[in-house]
Structure formats: structure tokens, C-alpha cells
């Protein structure tokens, strides 16, 4: 990776360029994932950040990237942050899904499908999660049959974040008996024949999430991402650049903390208490910004086991900051959180102790890679 002469001029370069940037009509920062109503605003502001170079600033520039550091994406979260817009329109496609297409896939499915997530055209969804393979991703059951022309795919996937407004989906499925040898990837396009979309409503009133049935979907075989049994390698990959992709979002949390002191000042809700509160949660995010930085310097390795530090690190911190919506807006936190973007980040803060790899699967990782403790039982009947 590049390093950046000066992040400084990378920040109020792109600071100005966010104060002037036209904002597409209804476009608001939701996060990794857009909902349904979210996605036309969500492509139009992918594409004037295409236009501007912003748009996937991590790709190597022969992708139309800028093959930028990590300190200039870091840059990129924390003003993206401060102005209020999301950083891409889905974070499946630009982070998750392209990584693995320049690694894994051909020259044909690189020419067909980057230029399209670079621009915001396509929204992808990762199809790996099942009712039984969350954390045990390997037992999963979805399967590909390989016929004369391809494959047919039955199976049900859930938790499918963006799945109902998507048009290619990362899909991770059983092509053999192995645990992890027996699965491989494939390039799904949603609106195939036999793919079922049942979105799901969340305690938040939102419906990102999603299950995905698959009956009888036939897909030629030019869609496989990889070689037959290369799925747990573009899986692990993928999860590997998720995690970055997490602790790239921490740094935006300096802001949340910021709405969260306006709205108690504004309520006059400021107590010797909170304002403990408030120390320890900055200290808290000042120490992992910090640690994150100097991770990335340290060891860009995706399978670093210090990026599951950072993921607890940040995803606890992110749920205590959600928490802390609770003293801050007192009875207000039960109004309507439709309309109260504290009360919502409250609801949904948790998610990221959940998203990515739980944070015992981290711990599990960091007793298992870091401090040599046993390793955990594996279902044998996967
Ligand atoms: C906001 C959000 C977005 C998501 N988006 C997607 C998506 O787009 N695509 C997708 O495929 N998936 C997605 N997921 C699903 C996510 O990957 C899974 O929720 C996650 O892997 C956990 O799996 P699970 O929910 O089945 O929980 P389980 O794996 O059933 O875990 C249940 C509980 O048991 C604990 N546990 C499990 N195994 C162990 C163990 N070995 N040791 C200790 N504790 C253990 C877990 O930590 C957890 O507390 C998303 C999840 C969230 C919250």
C-alpha cells in the first residue's frame, strides 16, 4: 500500500470536497448497508464520489481505486463520518465482494463486475450466514450440484443484509462432503429463477436484513468465483477484510459521542456521572483510534490476530456508546426512535458485537492463535 505524503491535505482536500458536494435527494448515513428506500440515493452518491475519486479509495488504481493507505481510509471514515453520508453505497460490494473478485476470480468476472461496484451501478450481499452456520460457518448446508452447464442450488440462507434490493450475491455453498474442502463460491445474480427474497423487520423498524431461499436455481458455471472447493479461502478472506473494514469504522465514534454530548447538554441532562461516562467512552475510543492506526502499520496481514483485538475493541466500544443513549435522553428513549437517531443507535449498537465474527468467536481466536490455549471442540456431524 501506498503511503500518503500528507494526510493532512488528503483530509481538508476531501473536507471541502464534502462541504460542497451536491447531496442526492433522501440520502442520510446508514450505515454499511442500505435499506430498500436508501439504495436509489445510496448509487447517486456513490457516483458523484466515483466522479470525484472517492469512491473505493483501498482498490489498486488499475481497478480505478487509488491503491490509498490506511491512514487516508481512516481519513475517508472519520470526514465521511463527521458529514453525515454514508461511505459507499454497500459495503459487501466495494469491500467485500471486490477484494475477493481481484483475487479469486477471472479476468472475464474482474472486467464484468468491478467497474459496476467502483460506479454504485450493482449492490451485492453476502450470502454465508444459515439458521444452523453462523459462527460455524463451515457446517453449512446450501448445496451446489454440478450439472452438464453448471450448477443447481437449493438451500436457505438468513441474516442477508441488503439481500432485497441486491443484484449479485456472494454465495458461499456445499459442492462436497468436506467441512471446508467441500465448499466453493459463487457469483449469484438475485433476480435468477428459483431465489426467494423474505426480508426481515428489526427491533429498529428497518429491514436490512433478509433469508434466502434457494430452489432448484441453476446457475452456469461461469459464475463460480474460484476453483470447486476454494469457498472456505474466499470466505476467510472475506471476513478477514471485514474486520478492517470495522475498525476503519471506529473512528467515526468520536462524532457519535459528540451527538451524544449535544443531546445532554440540550436536555440539561449533564451530571458529574455522566460526564464520567463521557471521559472514560472518549478515552476509550481515543485508545482504540490509536491502536488501530498503529495496527495497520504494524501488520497489514488480514489474518493478524490483532484485528480480532480491534473488533472486540471496537465493537464493545460501539455498544456502549449505544447504551449510554439510555442516561443521555432519560424518558425521551422511549419516544418514537423513528425519529431519534440516538435511540436508534442504541438498538442497533449491539449488532456489532454480533456482525463479522462475534466477540467470542474473537476471544476464542486470540486464546487459541495468541495465547495457545486448546482449541474448541468441532461439531463432528457438520
Ligand atoms: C448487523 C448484522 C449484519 C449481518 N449481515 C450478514 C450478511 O450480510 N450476510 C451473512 O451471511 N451474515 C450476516 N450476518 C450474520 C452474522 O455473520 C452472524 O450473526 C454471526 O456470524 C453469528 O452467527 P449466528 O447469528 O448464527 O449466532 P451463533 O453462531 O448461533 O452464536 C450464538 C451465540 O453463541 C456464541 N458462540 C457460538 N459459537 C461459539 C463458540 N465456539 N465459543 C463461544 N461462543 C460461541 C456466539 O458468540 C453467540 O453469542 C449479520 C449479522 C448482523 C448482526
Redesign the pocket.
Known amino acids: 500500500m501506498q503511503e500518503t505524503a500528507d494526510p493532512a491535505q488528503f483530509r481538508s482536500e476531501l473536507r471541502a470536497w464534502l462541504e460542497s458536494a451536491p447531496r442526492p435527494e433522501g440520502l442520510r448515513d446508514y450505515g454499511?448497508?442500505p435499506t430498500v428506500e436508501d439504495v436509489p440515493a445510496g448509487r447517486a452518491w456513490q457516483r458523484l464520489l466515483a466522479d470525484a475519486g472517492y469512491s473505493c479509495l483501498h482498490w489498486p488504481v488499475e481497478y480505478g481505486g487509488r491503491d490509498a493507505s490506511i491512514m487516508e481510509q481512516a481519513v475517508f471514515a472519520e470526514e465521511t463520518a463527521r458529514a453525515g453520508v454514508p461511505k459507499q453505497l454497500g459495503i459487501?460490494g466495494t469491500n467485500l465482494a471486490a477484494p475477493v473478485i481481484m483475487r479469486y476470480g477471472t479476468d472475464a468476472q474482474r472486467a464484468r463486475y468491478l467497474e459496476p461496484i467502483r460506479l454504485g451501478d450493482h449492490l451485492w450481499?453476502?450470502?454465508?450466514?444459515?439458521?444452523?452456520?453462523?459462527?460455524?460457518?463451515a457446517s453449512l448446508r446450501s448445496r451446489a450440484v454440478a450439472q452438464d452447464d453448471g450448477w443447481v442450488i437449493d438451500g436457505q440462507?438468513?441474516?442477508?443484509?441488503?439481500?432485497a434490493a441486491a443484484d449479485y450475491g456472494l454465495l458461499i455453498a456445499r459442492t462436497g462432503p468436506e467441512r471446508h474442502k467441500g465448499l466453493t463460491a459463487f457469483i449469484v445474480p438475485m433476480d435468477l429463477p428459483g431465489i426467494e427474497v423474505r426480508p426481515i423487520r428489526q427491533m429498529d423498524d428497518e429491514s436490512?436484513?433478509n433469508e434466502v431461499f434457494f430452489a432448484g436455481v441453476r446457475l452456469p458455471d461461469e459464475y463460480r468465483l474460484g476453483a470447486v472447493g476454494q469457498g472456505w479461502a474466499v470466505a476467510t478472506a472475506t471476513l478477514g477484510t471485514e474486520r478492517l473494514s470495522l475498525g476503519a469504522q471506529s473512528v467515526s465514534m468520536f462524532s457519535d459521542l459528540e451527538a451524544m454530548i449535544a443531546a445532554a447538554a440540550q436536555r440539561d441532562r449533564i451530571t458529574p456521572l455522566l460526564g464520567d461516562e463521557f471521559v472514560s467512552l472518549w478515552t476509550r475510543i481515543w485508545l482504540l483510534r490509536a491502536t488501530w492506526l498503529r495496527a495497520v502499520y504494524d501488520d497489514s496481514s488480514l489474518d493478524s490476530p490483532t484485528f480480532s483485538v480491534l473488533k472486540v475493541m471496537s465493537s464493545e466500544t460501539h455498544r456502549d456508546l449505544g447504551d449510554l443513549a439510555v442516561d443521555v435522553l432519560g424518558l425521551d428513549v422511549t419516544a418514537d426512535f423513528r425519529d431519534n437517531a440516538l435511540a436508534r443507535k442504541m438498538l442497533?449498537a449491539r449488532?456489532?458485537t454480533?456482525?463479522?465474527?462475534?466477540?467470542?468467536?474473537q476471544?476464542?481466536i486470540l486464546a487459541e492463535r495468541v495465547l495457545g490455549l486448546p482449541r474448541?471442540p468441532v461439531r463432528k456431524d457438520g
Open positions: 454499511p448497508t459487501v450481499c453476502q450470502l454465508f450466514s444459515e439458521p444452523e452456520a453462523g459462527s460455524d460457518l440462507k438468513i441474516w442477508t443484509s441488503a439481500a436490512k436484513f442497533v449488532a456489532q454480533i456482525l463479522g465474527g462475534t466477540s467470542e468467536i476471544r476464542n474448541e
